[in-house]
């Protein structure tokens, strides 16, 4: 950020600045970012240490919920740290890496769910070559593929503010640093980089969940063919990734596909993709996958057998 002279820090205003309210919150967040770690960190374990969990959706699914620890770990920590802070600052180049990395693993977080969405439709689509068309060159690839793609996403985002200047004030009425907030400080007109940021970010939001949706009607009409029992197994897997999509994408849609304006209600929308997503997901995909509940108990014998000796 060459452009910027006189500010070297920006404060955040955070969630409530009442202090009472705060400490609440302080316990709450910390155990909500307990259980997202820890949640998704059993969730990769699981599969990394169960053979019934070879299939390219669960190698997927460890890779998400290790991209969500990650993900949440670029917020809330710093929240919770604030919440007993009394001067709640981070500094402009810490600004530039928090924006970098939640945009990097937001993004790698939407191609990933449009590379599940594309294994579902193979698998259900065209069974009998599932295994040579998603072998482990090919998730290997896709997998990549969503980290570079989220690196492009970010990058770009990062380019658009990196030269803006930030005279002053230097206060972020929000707990992170976040595209929109970090925008309306600035003291240059900012309309047209508002646009290329909508243009990135909510597009991209848009069309990954339309190609999703799109996907997922030509596996429910694929569907009609196939037997009852089939039918009930693919729509319990599916119905799991719908659910995440629409947690996931909804918010993101709310946020990033409207003019550089921000709004009150953007906080809390924020506490749901940075918090609470995260500590759905791993629930959503274990409570309605017999596979991995099975999976997880047999882990959980074995461990408390390995204690014993």
């Known amino acids: 950020m060459a452009s910027i002279r006189n500010v070297t820090e920006f404060i955040f205003l955070g969630l409530s600045p009442n202090q009472e309210v705060q400490r609440v919150c302080f316990v709450i967040f910390l155990l909500l970012y307990t259980a997202i770690v820890l949640g998704n960190l059993l969730m990769v374990v699981t599969v990394s240490a169960s053979r019934s969990l070879g299939s390219p959706m669960y190698f997927f699914l460890s890779y998400f919920s290790f991209v969500e620890i990650c993900y949440s770990s670029t917020t809330v920590p710093k929240l919770i740290l604030d919440l007993l802070a009394e001067k709640k600052s981070i500094s402009v180049w810490g600004c530039v890496t928090q924006l970098f990395f939640i945009h990097f693993f937001g993004g790698i ?5 449009t590379v599940m969405a594309y294994d579902r439709y193979v698998a259900i689509c065209k069974p009998l070559h599932y295994t040579s068309i998603m072998n482990r060159q090919v998730c290997a690839v896709l997998v990549g593929t969503a980290w570079v ?24 009425d929000h707990y992170f640093c ?18 290329l940021i909508v243009a990135n970010g909510g597009t991209l939001s848009v069309i990954s969940f339309v ?24 729509l319990s897997t599916c119905g799991s990734h719908v659910t995440v999509v629409v947690l996931f994408f909804a918010p993101c849609v709310f946020i990033y596909l409207r003019p ?40 959980w014998i074995r461990t408390i057998k390995v204690d014993k000796k």
Do not use: W
Request: net charge positive.
């Open 178 to 195: 976040d595209l929109l907030p970090v925008l309306k400080l600035a003291c240059s007109d900012t309309f047209l980089i508002g646009l």
């Open 109 to 113: 977080e939407m191609f990933l769910l």
């Open 260 to 299: 550089s304006a921000t709004l009150p209600v953007d906080k809390m929308i924020a506490v749901f993709y940075t918090v609470i997503t995260p500590l759905l997901n791993p629930i959503i995909y274990s409570l309605r996958n017999a596979e991995v509940k099975k999976a997880m108990k047999s882990l």
């Open 149 to 172: 793609g989220g690196f492009v996403h970010s990058f770009a985002q990062i380019l658009l503010i990196f030269r803006l200047p930030f005279c002053g004030p230097n206060v972020i």
């Open 211 to 234: 190609v999703l949706l799109a996907s997922y009607v030509v596996i429910l009409f694929h569907l009609r063919t196939q037997s009852s029992e089939g039918r009930r197994k693919a």
